[in-house]
């Protein structure tokens, strides 16, 4: 089964919409971090957030922010007034306390900002 | 300094040939992984060394040979290699500590795309 869904596949939106890219994870663990990872075309995964599952505290750091919700298992990630650079394949990740250091990967969603 | 260092950027090889792969990481992490991306896919768990030791290997073919000489190298040997192996070979190192796993990021590098021809 999927641990990590990213429903979006493709999206594009014109330089400074805001954008949200969803991600919903399925975990048994009550310790679990999640992580959202920025691929731009040159192919390295640049990290951006982990979270875990004990702080529900949304995080803002620029023009990006995320919003983890445990009710609903959910750990969105919104770009606000996205600019032609945020042009890239974003994944969201997690990984269970007693697996350690295995990552599950979600499918990716390509974002296209269109200047 | 959260640099991983990947060598060659790009390599073509023939089925018969025989290749490595080179990742290179100063950051003191002891957790240093293989993942193969194909296009438009995620990247694909291979292999997890900690402390220079396996810890993970996600049945891969024996034709992907991974080694770590010391705690800031990793290669991935590759070895009569078929054209579906063509991909994106990421490395990727994290913090790891002797008595159980950190659950921390993994740094990446650029990656290898390599073709098998």
């Known amino acids: 089964a999927q641990k990590v869904t990213q429903a979006q596949t493709e999206i594009s939106v014109v330089e400074k919409e805001d954008v949200t890219l969803d991600c919903v994870y399925e975990?048994?663990?009550?310790?679990?971090?999640l992580f959202w990872y920025k691929q731009p075309p040159s192919g390295e995964l640049v990290f951006l957030i982990r979270r875990n599952s004990f702080d529900e505290q949304n995080e803002i750091s620029g023009r990006y922010s995320w919003n983890f919700q445990k009710s609903t298992s959910s750990f969105n990630f919104t770009i606000t007034a996205s600019q032609v650079v945020d042009s890239a394949v974003y994944f969201c990740?997690?990984?269970?306390?007693?697996?350690?250091?295995?990552?599950?990967f979600g499918t990716g969603t390509s974002l296209t900002v269109i200047p | 300094d959260t640099e991983v260092t990947q060598t060659p950027k790009h390599l073509v090889m023939g089925m018969t040939n025989k290749k490595s792969l080179k990742c290179e990481q100063h950051m003191g992490h002891r957790a240093m992984y293989w993942y193969k991306q194909k296009a438009k896919k995620p990247p694909e768990l291979m292999f997890v060394?900690?402390?220079?030791?396996?810890?993970i290997n996600e049945s891969v073919p024996s034709r992907f040979s991974p080694e770590c000489p010391n705690s800031s190298l990793l290669n991935l040997h590759l070895h009569a290699l078929q054209p579906e192996d063509s991909a994106l070979y990421l490395c990727?190192?994290?913090?790891?500590?002797?008595?159980?796993?950190?659950?921390?990021?993994?740094?990446f590098g650029q990656g290898t795309r390599l073709t098998v021809v």
């Open positions: 975990t048994r663990d009550t310790t679990y971090y």
């Open positions: 060394y900690s402390y220079e030791k396996l810890s």
């Open positions: 990740a997690l990984s269970e306390a007693h697996t350690g250091n295995q990552f599950y």
């Open positions: 990727a190192s994290s913090q790891e500590r002797d008595r159980g796993p950190m659950n921390t990021e993994a740094f």
